[in-house]
């Protein structure tokens, strides 16, 4: 089993920063990428950025300019760097890991809010 921990969400205004931070832990030698989404009340889950192992990060075109996902594979931990922050990022952010055993495997975070206002 895969266990993934979210933290750094909170409180933010217009035009600020945050970092959120995901750590991977259990049998995860079979996870291959790793990235976050958000899903804002009464919306679906979108993707915000994800990282293939050795692959270029991938960013959904609104956040691509303003959010950095990282990786630091010695802590078996992902970031998302989040800058010029807007109202319109208000949601919760969960982190996702994704890998192959026979089959496609997804595993997500318990998320963690970020809320953008003044």
């Known amino acids: 089993q895969v266990q993934l921990v979210e933290s750094g969400g909170g409180v933010v205004q217009p035009g600020g920063s945050l970092r959120l931070s995901c750590t991977a832990s259990?049998?995860?030698?079979?996870?291959?990428?790793m990235g976050w989404y958000r899903q804002a009340p009464g919306q679906v889950r979108e993707l915000v950025a994800r990282?293939?192992?050795?692959?270029?990060?991938d960013y959904a075109d609104s956040m691509k300019d303003r959010f950095t996902i990282s990786r630091d594979n010695a802590k078996n931990t992902i970031y998302l760097q989040m800058s010029s922050l807007r109202p319109e990022d208000t949601a919760a952010y969960y982190c996702?890991?994704?890998?192959?055993?026979?089959?496609?495997?997804?595993?997500w975070g318990q998320g963690t809010q970020v809320t953008v206002s003044s």
């Open positions: 990282n293939t192992n050795g692959g270029v990060p």
């Open positions: 259990g049998s995860i030698n079979h996870i291959y990428g």
């Open positions: 996702n890991a994704q890998g192959f055993l026979a089959q496609i495997l997804d595993y």
